[in-house]
């Protein structure tokens, strides 16, 4: 099947027209090199790193073709055969892939030095006597775009196991806290676990999660997101489980297919499939649970008028868009807005802003623009990457970003105030 | 393709709008038909008629064949490469240059998708009904060019009772200009209806002067399923024998249902043999009359239950759901062979019959759906491309719902064109001396046979 109802949605083919840049062209190659016809070269590589891997083209596709299967296959090939390898490409790869994103004491450790760096006073020092010039180009590039991060980090906010203040656990839940979530979102990864004590949740959080794997899926490293499959399946004995909860759009997306992951993996197929079957966007899980609405006198003044920015791999990968609309919906005082093309790609795409900074540029500037229009006082959104791009975008115009779920654990706390 | 060709195509365009290594041509190398494949010897892009003129010229002199494409939609193998030719790609040429609400027209550059001219001719209060099912991607020089039916067919007619003029390149690339702005116009032949539906083979359309119609003040949506495919077949003939003509009568077979269900999660019920989707606009007053008129012959004639959309946004749900129908065909098998055979509205549940028995008989796998309305059905065939054994039989089985077609005095295609996929059954529609006659216009538009060479016929 080949009739092109992907192509209006497609944001790189929108850009060029042109079909190499779209999903059916993406694919029509992929199928060359499986035929024989075509082999894996530079062209087919750069074509699939230009590709954001959105995945708006899955929601527009009725066949219902897994491009997110082909996606990762073929970067998987394209690392395999090399075809992109440089010394720098390698050594950035190495050090994100094999060391940050797979050892989370590591991480956590570097996210303490750049915190220090943003904090200190030395970044200023830094950016004003023209050192960052001396610094490798991808380096230079992603300095700017490094989220801020938090004073305490999940586990100084969260304890393993926290219960509801009140009458008996509905349900028992476990809480993923992520990467970057984690020590730049520290505070939006306590607000979670508070909406979920606030509706019957009991919630276990293990210390030092590792990351859930979608980097290395996405960036052709399907190994070692089989290993960080199984680490993060290991942490928890899931019978004792009601859900397993993720916050993140990104991770989100990648969790739920661990059983795709490892189906051929005879100690882990079975449980991955009972990982996948109890995984749940927070959202997802809000509205399945029958969430409580907060009462008419907790609105905050700062955001009474609200849009909603939808994370690609949440609404596209995960299939979850009216949900976190009831959410903000549900908030007292809070009118909410529809954002003009909420599901097209804000141009964060995990590290795509660092690839391809001229598309992702683009990409940021039609959001903004669209976010602008609403004349919304803030703007709502479930993956910290979009988060980071979006507050880039939206600097000095005065518009708060934030999450469905901050918003709801507000509203929550100003109840128990009584303020509002 | 010869580097000097190439050179002469770089300076009449530029660099960046010609396309020739391997992995930007593949991508081209075929449209919307399935199983139908050739590569071009290169894509250019030009960005107006004289630019197209410039390619028409380089291409005439040293017979380089020239295969028109917009987004590659199409269904028949209209825009599928001759081998080593140059793609004209039109997709660039996208504005909409004017709107016109005094006499009720738009003028569109040949790249604007099919839905953007129906969402500007909204600003205005207008209509631009054509909505082929994928209206959201293809443009409307393809439209003009397979002259393109759709889902309102039945009351609105198609692509060629909407276009009142056009900007074409002829084969020699001269720029002509047919039609104009009149209401009323019987001066020299009527060009225009000649490029209509001629599948690139006559000429590159360039621009296009659109009729729009105010737009309907009200519709409604409804929904009736039946037990049996026949039933809903008799409900359609009962319905234009009562003298309503509706907006649309589309239905779709159960095998179509469930595939359009398992994408679209609309709650089409999954059960039934046979869903029809009714819809009428206009006057609030005829509509409301039309569409209880149509609800009771629908229960008079078998049907187990009518739905009415409750509100606008179901309405667009129901009607976007079932233009994904073709595509959502492929969930059940890779391949799906469309048929777009159209026969007289009485030889209608006859028609739907013999296409059953004949998917029986060689023990196929088919999904039916379709502008019954129109009398034009979509059967399916759900097939590998790379089982040949079951490809013969498909080719069987088409060459018996083609000759049973004809002999019921329809027509190999209703609106998906002949291109490639009809080609070896028009020979049985048109006998000599109309298929001469074909043969004789496009000689003599065409003399070096550039343009689309093996498409329509040979």
């Not at chain 2, 019959?353 to 759906?369: C, K, M, Q, W």
């Given at each position: 099947m080949h009739c092109g109802m992907c192509l209006p949605t497609c944001p790189t083919y929108a850009e060029t027209k042109n079909e190499k840049n779209s999903p059916r062209g993406r694919i029509s190659l992929m199928r060359a090199i499986a035929d024989g016809e075509l082999d894996v070269s530079r062209a087919f590589a750069d074509e699939m790193y230009y590709c954001l891997g959105c995945l708006a083209c899955e929601t527009a596709c009725p066949a219902g073709v897994d491009y997110t299967g082909l996606f990762e296959a073929s970067r998987a090939e394209i690392e395999a055969a090399e075809v992109l390898a440089s010394p720098g490409r390698s050594f950035w790869r190495r050090v994100t892939l094999d060391f940050l994103f797979l050892h989370p004491r590591l991480f956590h450790f570097a996210a303490r030095l750049l915190r220090f760096y943003q904090r200190t006073g030395l970044r200023k020092c830094v950016r004003g006597s023209g050192l960052l010039m001396l610094a490798p180009k991808r380096l230079r590039a992603l300095e700017p775009l490094a989220p801020e991060i938090s004073r305490r980090f999940s586990q100084q906010l969260i304890a393993p196991v926290e219960r509801p203040r009140s009458g008996k656990p509905r349900f028992c839940v476990a809480m993923l806290t992520g990467c970057v979530q984690d020590v730049a979102f520290a505070r939006l990864n306590r607000d979670t676990v508070e909406v979920?004590?606030?509706?019957?949740?009991?919630?276990?959080?293990?210390?030092?999660?590792?990351?859930?794997?979608s980097l290395h899926a996405h960036n052709g490293e399907l190994d070692q997101a089989r290993v960080l499959a199984r680490r993060n399946i290991d942490l928890y004995h899931l019978d004792s489980l009601d859900a397993i909860i993720s916050n993140a759009g990104g991770c989100g997306s990648h969790l739920r297919k661990y059983g795709h992951l490892l189906k051929d993996d005879p100690d882990y197929a079975q449980k991955a499939k009972q990982w996948d079957d109890k995984l749940r966007d927070i959202h997802e899980w809000l509205a399945e649970i029958g969430f409580r609405k907060p009462s008419q006198d907790s609105a905050v003044p700062e955001t009474n008028s609200v849009t909603y920015h939808e994370s690609c791999h949440l609404c596209h990968g995960q299939k979850i868009s009216r949900e976190p609309r009831m959410i903000l919906e549900s908030l007292p005082g809070v009118d909410f807005v529809e954002l003009p093309e909420s599901n097209w790609c804000c141009g964060s795409a995990g590290i795509y802003n660092i690839t391809q900074p001229e598309q992702s540029a683009k990409l940021q500037e039609r959001k903004i623009r669209h976010i602008r229009g609403t004349r919304a006082s803030a703007v709502a959104m479930a993956n910290p990457g979009c988060h980071i791009q979006i507050e880039h975008g939206l600097a000095e115009t005065g518009i708060v970003v934030t999450s469905p779920v901050s918003l709801l654990a507000e509203a929550y706390r100003r109840e128990c105030r009584g303020d509002g | 393709m010869?580097?000097?060709?190439?050179?002469?195509?770089?300076?009449?365009?530029?660099?960046?709008?010609?396309?020739?290594?391997?992995?930007?041509?593949?991508?081209?190398?075929?449209?919307?038909?399935?199983?139908m494949k050739s590569m071009p010897g290169c894509v250019v892009f030009p960005e107006s008629a004289g630019e197209i003129s410039a390619c028409l010229k380089i291409a005439g002199a040293r017979k380089i064949p020239v295969v028109t494409r917009g987004s590659g939609t199409g269904l028949s193998g209209g825009s599928v490469p001759v081998e080593d030719c140059i793609v004209l790609c039109l997709v660039r040429m996208d504005q909409?240059?004017?709107?016109?609400?005094?006499?009720?027209?738009?003028?569109?550059?040949?790249?604007?998708?099919?839905?953007?001219?129906?969402d500007a001719a909204a600003e205005h209060g207008l209509f631009y009904p054509p909505d082929p099912g994928s209206m959201k991607i293809s443009t409307i020089g393809g439209n003009v060019a397979e002259n393109s039916g759709g889902l309102r067919g039945l009351k609105y007619g198609v692509t060629r009772d909407y276009v009142m003029g056009m900007e074409v390149v002829l084969a020699d690339g001269e720029i002509a200009w047919f039609g104009n702005k009149c209401v009323k116009d019987v001066a020299g032949y009527s060009m225009r209806d000649l490029f209509i539906g001629s599948e690139g083979t006559l000429g590159i359309i360039t621009k296009v002067l659109l009729k729009l119609l105010p737009r309907p003040q009200a519709r409604r949506t409804m929904l009736a399923t039946y037990d049996s495919m026949e039933d809903a077949a008799r409900t359609v003939s009962a319905i234009i024998a009562a003298q309503i003509i509706p907006c649309s009568l589309e239905f779709l077979d159960q095998v179509t249902i469930r595939c359009v269900e398992d994408y679209a999660k609309i709650g089409l019920p999954t059960e039934v043999a046979a869903l029809l989707l009714m819809e009428t606009d206009g006057h609030p007053h005829v509509v409301a009359e039309e569409a209880l008129q149509m609800a009771e012959i629908a229960g008079e004639h078998g049907a187990v239950d009518v739905h009415t959309a409750r509100d606008e946004a179901e309405a667009t749900r129901l009607a976007s759901a079932r233009r994904t129908a073709f595509s959502a065909?492929?969930?059940?098998?890779?391949?799906?062979?469309?048929?777009?055979?159209?026969?007289?509205?009485?030889?209608?549940?006859?028609?739907?019959?013999?296409?059953?028995?004949?998917?029986?008989?060689?023990?196929?796998?088919?999904?039916?759906?379709?502008?019954?309305?129109?009398?034009?059905?979509?059967?399916?065939f759900l097939t590998d491309e790379r089982d040949r054994d079951e490809m013969e039989k498909v080719e069987k089985a088409l060459d018996e719902i083609v000759a049973r077609t004809i002999e019921v005095g329809g027509t190999i295609t209703g609106e998906h064109g002949v291109g490639l996929a009809k080609k070896k059954y028009l020979a049985h529609q048109f006998s000599d001396p109309s298929l001469a006659l074909l043969k004789k216009l496009k000689q003599t538009l065409d003399p070096a046979n550039i343009l689309n060479p093996g498409k329509i016929f040979d």
């Open positions: 979920l004590l606030a509706n019957g949740c009991e919630v276990m959080t293990p210390r030092l999660q590792p990351c859930c794997g | 010869q580097a000097d060709i190439l050179q002469e195509l770089e300076q009449a365009l530029a660099p960046d709008r010609i396309l020739t290594q391997k992995e930007d041509l593949l991508p081209y190398s075929f449209d919307g038909t399935a199983a909409i240059e004017e709107v016109d609400p005094r006499n009720l027209t738009l003028l569109a550059q040949t790249g604007v998708i099919t839905k953007a001219i129906d065909l492929a969930r059940v098998k890779p391949t799906t062979i469309l048929e777009d055979v159209t026969v007289p509205r009485d030889k209608l549940t006859e028609m739907v019959h013999f296409i059953n028995e004949v998917a029986g008989r060689y023990s196929l796998h088919i999904g039916t759906f379709g502008h019954m309305g129109d009398g034009n059905l979509h059967p399916t």
